[in-house]
């Protein structure tokens, strides 16, 4: 239908997303009658909503996460199904972000919007690739939406992990890396690299790990920290929340090289904010060069950016020509805060208590 | 100087004097001349950085990027050098390797959106370099193009510094492989001149 608005297919408001012509909301932060959520991450896939659609993979993760009752009702989706769901034809299609990631095509009379959640287009062996999906609004995140965010090559970045590990064979390295999806790559990077000695890790990331290993995911010998004497973990890596690696936990640890894997990582002052002595620049987000390309090979004419530097990124869609605004959208960025915080408690060992 | 910038963060962001000492031992075993005699001047502030002025870099990035993307990103991370080395545009064969799109990045398509036409594609806009320019000179884009951008800041300032050609930047790039070979090393070598620099830009300084 001539005249159509996108604002009339998706609009934000204060729940998220909300498409009115299908009735759902994508990525709801407060409890909705429907909701399609893009992928696990705890700021976009909460529970509490009456009917979920989602990926199988993402629909696991928040069952570990949340528990058997974590929403109403659920249907899983393949990549490129398509749904109906009112006025509109919705299918999900691989971000590469991390396992069972998926952007959101909504179309209507034609009209073709993507949301595409979290995404990247570098190469990640342990999810789908991204999949690029032509539209006519292309809604994207700018989490590394500044010129300065070029992640470069994630191999080297672990070639620089494994070369400090054998300099120093008499400390244990500690990495930090958000739970679910960069604790899996990092892993997968290590033994694309070569590494085959047995990786630890953090309490709090067993659960999600070992579903990866469920899914097909090669990740070779993995075993718990926990229960570890102190000398035993000289010359080995361990996988950590980010927020673990400045607490008392780390006194397990022979005189830890405390590494983190993260895009913010590129810059020192983020580094040197954290503690950390050996950055990684790992992401599980598009940089700026991948955003900007993804952005140009939607075609979209029109880009919608949130969460994350949108001011940037929206200059420089207006310098190319195209329609472009932030969205108002908030709650979204802290991908782990929450089970971090939750699950930590189970890897204390006896006797040490966590920092408030 | 990858590895010698990898070096120096490793050095600043350990506490232990030993484990300092053992980043060096482990730098100067590993890495071959010349690098190391050049890390070890730097090292021991046997290096003068007198062409390396702020205004300098602050005119250098100025002709290669947006300027309310360079504010943006000067807001961001506070320091005027580690800015530009992070902003510095890359090679074109360094560019994005791991992307799925593939790179140079296409067009975006012209049926799409108002004002499409006027698009160029944003892998030239990052690689900054006025393409356009080389563009307009009516020279077949060489297969050697992607030196030109492997030039970091230091070897620009070199340019400036050390050649004839003090204020621009040479209209006609060198298409002859020796030539562009000599530029190459020459750019590696002032890139160690001006350590400061380009340090944790992937690709920088690559040789
Ligand atoms: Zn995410």
Redesign the pocket.
Known sequence: MVGMRPQDILIPVPAGLCCKPGGFHIDPVRPVERALIT?G?S??ARAGHGAVLATQETLDMMRLRYGENFAGSVQAVAYGEEIRLGDVTVSFHPAG??LG?AQISVTCKDRRIVAS??YKDARDPTCAPFELVPCDVFITEATFGLPVFRHGDAAGEANKLLASVKLFPERAHLVGAYSL?KAQRVIALLREAGYDAPIYLHGAMEKITYYYQERGIALGELRPVRGMKKAELAGTITLAPPSATSDVWTRRFPDPVTAFASGWMRVRARARQGGIELPLVIS??ADWDGLTATIAATGAGEIWVTHGQEDALVHWCKSKGLAARPLDLVGYGD?DEGETAATTGEAQPAGETKKP | MNRFAELLDRLAYEPGRNNKIRLLVGYFRETADPDRGYALAALTGALSFKHAKPGLIRDLIAERTDPVLFGYSYDYVGDLSETVALMWPKSSSAHHSESFLGHPSPHPSPARGEGAQSLCSPHNDVEGIDVSERRTTGQAPSPLRGRVGERGIAGEIAVRFYSRTTTRLPQHWPTSSPHCARSARLSCRRSLRAGWTSSTRPGAGRC
């Open positions: 992928h991450h700021d976009h972000h991390v990631s959640g979290d999806g599980d987000h991908e």
